[in-house]
T-cell receptor, first 113, second 115 residues
Framework: EDQVTQSPEALRLQEGESSSLNCSYTVSGLRGLFWYRQDPGKGPEFLFT???AGEEKEKERLKATLTKKESFLHITAPKPEDSATYLC??????????????FGPGTSLSVIP | NAGVTQTPKFQVLKTGQSMTLQCAQDMNHEYMSWYRQDPGMGLRLIHYSVGAGITDQGEVPNGYNVSRSTTEDFPLRLLSAAPSQTSVYFC??????????????FGNGTRLTVT
């Protein structure tokens, strides 16, 4: 069964304390992996798409990496405004439409000043 | 540029009542979809549409109906509300119906409580 898990469920960091969030997936081949950010009371906001193992994408203090079984979202020197829930989603190979995308449960990140 | 607009933001229903959650997008996107988000679970697809007049079921369609008469609007109808439908509902859209080069754009959700 295709599945996406994320760890940890919640993460509390001091401002400036770098860390990583994990997204592990078990699918029959990967077409694409997405990272979204979700602020409280808001809808998810797109961050990155990764397509193949070894690929990396960066945006400000965030860097997403991809291996054959997992993806990491590295947060370097986080600020309080980085506090949010980060969602990972996976598109199995062989499907081109978003109806087959599987979302993970998310990691809730809190950055303390 | 409003993006994806959902109304209402909050709603309380009694068991057995019906209602419609509204979703509108102003980006001329062909693909629209409805998700529900429950604690500890990933977003789950309810229904989706690849264009006006075309709809299909997602992972959890029971108890919900949709229609797509225009490109802009994609309402979600709860036929007879049940406590199990207490959730946060998100509407999303994207420019393409195939391929992943265009990301999903989400609305800000409707928080529904069924008592």
């Amino acid at each position: 069964e295709d599945q996406v898990t994320q760890s940890p469920e919640a993460l509390r960091l001091q401002e400036g304390e770098s860390s990583s969030l994990n997204c592990s997936y078990t699918v029959s081949g990967l077409r694409g992996l997405f990272w979204y950010r979700q602020d409280p009371g808001k809808g998810p906001e797109f961050l990155f798409t990764l397509y193949s193992a070894g690929e990396e994408k960066e945006k400000e203090r965030l860097k997403a990496t991809l291996t054959k079984k997992e993806s990491f979202l590295h947060i370097t020197a986080p600020k309080p405004e980085d506090s949010a829930t980060y969602l990972c989603a996976v598109q199995p190979r062989g499907w081109k439409t978003y109806d087959k995308v599987i979302f993970g449960p998310g990691t809730s990140l809190s950055v303390i000043p | 540029n409003a993006g994806v607009t959902q109304t209402p933001k909050f709603q309380v229903l009694k068991t057995g009542q019906s209602m419609t959650l509204q979703c509108a997008q102003d980006m001329n996107h062909e693909y629209m979809s409805w998700y529900r988000q429950d604690p500890g679970m990933g977003l789950r697809l309810i229904h989706y549409s690849v264009g006006a007049g075309i709809t299909d079921q997602g992972e959890v369609p029971n108890g919900y109906n949709v229609s797509r008469s225009t490109t802009e609007d994609f309402p979600l109808r709860l036929l007879s509300a049940a406590p199990s439908q207490t959730s946060v509902y998100f509407c999303a859209s994207t420019a393409e119906t195939g391929g992943l080069r265009s990301p999903l754009h989400f609305g800000n959700g409707t928080r529904l409580t069924v008592t």
